[in-house]
């Protein structure tokens, strides 16, 4: 499995007990998966909208970092979230509906693949001059027939929890982790200071407790 970011590394075991949405400042937005389905299950459009704006860019990102088109992608996205919809009520493990997206939308993906392997097999089938099947040749260029392995997915999942978790954190919290780890290259303390207006000594100890904030908030989403 590929080595965590410094981001990533920043999550622990122990998880602490979260508060509900209701008493949380970010209302929905702060609600956990389980809660967020349950509010979807009672007809809150609002709780559906916050789920599908919370999983869309991992959804669409499993079939475009497997090779598919953006139109294959958008097919699966749609695919995932009707079929979610269809089956909230039957979901027997609602804090897991982000592992459920992603098995769907990795079985939705390699199912495309799969099709497009075989239309072009079918096409080219014996067309060559000299009467050989050139389908093998033409299906190189296609996505492979397992092109996400678990640890490339289990990396998606976490990437998604770090954004998350960033999107919690305050304004000025969030825009000094993102100065220090999320620019290429990172900001030196000197331009980091500057740019949030504070002493350059300050900069060390104001990131280990943005650090320590972004820890917190990663076990709340673990």
Known sequence: MPAPTPLESAAEDTAAPAPGPASRPGGLADASDAELVALCREGRQSAWVALVRRFQRLVYTVPRRAGLSEEQAADVFQLCFATLHEQLARLQQPERVQAWLVTTARRETLRLIELSRRTVSTTVAGIDADGESRSEDLCDGLPGP????????????????VRRALQQLEPRSRELVECLFLRDPPLSYEEVAERLQISPGSVGPTRARCLEKLRVLLNELA
């Open 146 to 161: 397992d092109p996400l392995p678990d640890d490339q997915l289990e990396r998606l999942q976490m990437q998604h929890r």
